[in-house]
């Protein structure tokens, strides 16, 4: 059965996460990662009701409707979007957690809409083979349109199973296929240098992978992001496009611009959070502890571990409940925007010029 999807001051914040609480939830966190160590698996808080997605069938997916002729399809970790045509199906994305239930699911809304099942063309968000580890099913001759990067980097890994692109572009593609249109566009490096926004007008919907999570936080390490300034100007630019459903790439569930802005939010009480932990965490002890040894990497392991823990507490305090996952993975996001407001922003703390 095919499902239509319903469309659907930081300084306060952090006032109203108590020290008490943040001291409670850090010594929490550090004994999650002594049961880890020890053999036993955490515990962590519920998923809230609000960040579920659909429940999927016997055959592990969930398709639905997202407007028109404009369709989403999810194993509740990753997704992908598609475009039923007069002319054939558009694809963004093949994840191969998914993998041949991609098949099943175009088959599944082709034969309900009378549309071709074939898919003639793959678009590809970005090189990454957890996104487009499954191209290869299509076959050889399906069109696969990709940022010129995405070329680069897919040549020089020769994976068979994420076959180069055969069209490719700099800054902007439309592609219109069937009378129906997809505009992609590349707005500079941001989760990684090739990552575009796949923008559908028609269907008011944007499609950018590993920016934003609906309900849920972003993946460990700010998502892995290798330009994290840029992934996050990626969050501006994403909530400039005139869009009321997200396909985010991952988890169970579309998004909408609450969830953007939400999303917004935490990553800027966490940045808040990150700063004042800077200001206040007295170094000494770590440079006293390890600096007689000579000791360089446990002098900064120390401390940017401390930051980033302290940090992560009073955030974590904040969301739970409001976004999921808040307590596996903000104390990796904090450490993550420590680096890059160290690295990239020149937050040096203790590590400044010297005097």
């Known amino acids: 059965m095919?499902?239509?999807t319903a469309r659907s001051s930081r300084r306060t914040f952090l006032g109203r996460a108590t020290a008490a609480s943040a001291l409670s939830l850090a010594a929490g966190l550090l004994g999650t990662g002594e049961a880890a160590a020890s053999g036993t698996l955490p515990d962590y808080a519920p998923i809230p009701e609000a960040s579920k997605g659909p429940a999927l069938n016997d055959k592990g997916y969930f398709?639905?409707?997202?407007a028109g002729d404009?369709?989403?399809?999810t194993d509740s970790s990753y997704q992908a979007m598609f475009l039923t045509t007069r002319e054939g199906v558009v694809l963004v994305d093949a994840p191969p957690t998914i993998g041949h239930n991609l098949l099943r699911a175009v088959e599944e809304v082709t034969?309900?809409?009378?549309?071709?099942?074939?898919?003639?063309?793959l678009v590809y968000s970005h090189s990454h083979a957890d996104h487009i580890g499954a191209a290869s099913i299509f076959g050889k001759d399906v069109v696969?349109?990709?940022?010129?990067?995405?070329?680069?980097?897919l040549r020089r890994d020769a994976d068979p199973n994420r076959p180069a692109p055969t069209v490719t572009f700099d800054d902007h593609h439309v592609l219109r296929v069937g009378g129906e249109r997809l505009e992609l566009a590349h707005h500079g490096p941001n989760h990684?240098?090739?990552?575009?926004?796949v923008h559908a007008p028609e269907q008011e919907t944007?499609?950018?992978?590993?920016?934003l999570y609906p309900g849920w936080v972003p993946f460990k390490n700010l998502a892995v992001s290798q330009d994290v300034p840029g992934w996050l100007r990626a969050h501006d630019i994403a909530m400039r496009y005139p869009w009321r459903t997200l396909v985010g790439g991952h988890l169970g569930r579309l998004g909408t611009r609450a969830d953007g802005h939400l999303q917004q939010r935490y990553l800027a009480d966490l940045r808040t959070s990150v700063r004042d932990t800077v200001a206040r965490l007295?170094?000494?002890?770590f440079f006293d502890k390890y600096g007689q040894a000579g000791n360089a990497w446990a002098i900064f392991a120390g401390y940017l571990d401390a930051v980033a823990r302290q940090a992560a507490a009073p955030v974590v305090a904040g969301y739970l409940g409001r976004l999921a996952a808040a307590d596996v993975f903000t104390e990796d996001n904090a450490y993550g925007l420590l680096e890059s407001m160290r690295i990239d922003t020149g937050l040096l703390g203790p590590f400044g010029i010297h005097p």
């Open 192 to 197: 990684s240098p090739d990552n575009i926004f």
């Open 2 to 4: 095919i499902h239509t």
């Open 144 to 153: 696969r349109i990709a940022h010129t990067e995405t070329a680069k980097f």
């Open 63 to 66: 398709v639905g409707q997202i």
């Open 111 to 121: 034969r309900a809409n009378g549309r071709p099942r074939q898919v003639t063309h």
């Open 282 to 285: 007295d170094p000494a002890p």
């Open 206 to 211: 944007l499609m950018v992978v590993d920016v």
């Open 70 to 73: 404009l369709y989403w399809v």
